[in-house]
């Protein structure tokens, strides 16, 4: 029997890097959030002013039910940057003109809203309750035995 080009050698398994870890640790994040009932939102970048089709998906995120996607968004953005420069290389010097937006992951045929950046107030709100109050509670695992 022929033996090929040689035998085959023994590589050693490659180290992981510090941004592989983090992203595994996010990875591994985001899939708990999904299977507790959290929202999940597909996420949108264009140049700021750019027209409404020219949203590009740049990934998705969960978020805990009563959390807003826009700070879930802004308090990611430098890892969300990174992103888009390594996903789409023609935007590269262009990420102080990044203007986001997102849609809920189960309807995707929705419109894209902006996400927009807001104050962070300290102590619960009128706005916050009220979002809360009027939430939908998660009943996807109703009537499922465990």
Same mark, same amino acid.
Not at 25 to 48: C, M, P, W
Not at 50 to 57: A, K
Not at 90 to 113: A, Q, R, T, W
Not at 118 to 135: D, I, K
């Given at each position: 029997?022929a033996?090929?080009? @040689?035998?085959k050698?023994?590589?050693?398994?490659?180290?992981?890097?510090?941004?592989?870890l983090?992203?595994? +640790? !996010?990875?591994?994040?985001?899939?708990?959030l !999904?299977? *507790?009932?959290?929202?999940?939102?597909?996420? %949108?970048? +264009?140049? %700021?002013?750019?027209? /409404?089709d020219?949203?590009?998906?740049?990934?998705?995120?969960?978020?805990?039910?009563? /959390?807003?996607?826009?700070?879930?968004i %802004?308090?990611?953005?430098?890892?969300?940057? *990174? !992103?888009?420069?390594r *996903?789409?290389?023609?935007?590269? @010097?262009?990420?102080?003109? %990044?203007?986001?937006?997102?849609?809920?992951?189960?309807?995707?045929?929705?419109?894209?809203?902006v !996400?927009?950046?807001?104050?962070?107030?300290? @102590?619960p709100?009128?706005g916050?309750?009220?979002?809360?109050?009027l939430?939908?509670?998660d009943?996807?695992?109703?009537?499922?035995?465990?």
């Amino acid at each position: 029997m022929a033996k090929g080009f @040689g035998a085959k050698e023994n590589k050693a398994p490659k180290q992981k890097s510090a941004g592989q870890l983090e992203r595994e +640790r !996010a990875a591994n994040q985001y899939d708990q959030l !999904a299977a *507790t009932g959290g929202q999940e939102y597909s996420i %949108f970048v +264009r140049k %700021f002013g750019s027209p /409404d089709d020219s949203w590009l998906p740049c990934g998705s995120i969960a978020v805990a039910r009563g /959390d807003q996607v826009s700070n879930a968004i %802004f308090s990611n953005e430098e890892n969300l940057k *990174t !992103a888009i420069v390594r *996903t789409f290389p023609k935007l590269k @010097g262009m990420e102080g003109e %990044f203007e986001y937006g997102y849609n809920m992951k189960i309807y995707p045929d929705e419109p894209v809203e902006v !996400a927009v950046k807001s104050n962070a107030s300290s @102590g619960p709100s009128l706005g916050n309750w009220m979002s809360n109050l009027l939430s939908p509670m998660d009943a996807s695992n109703v009537g499922k035995s465990q």
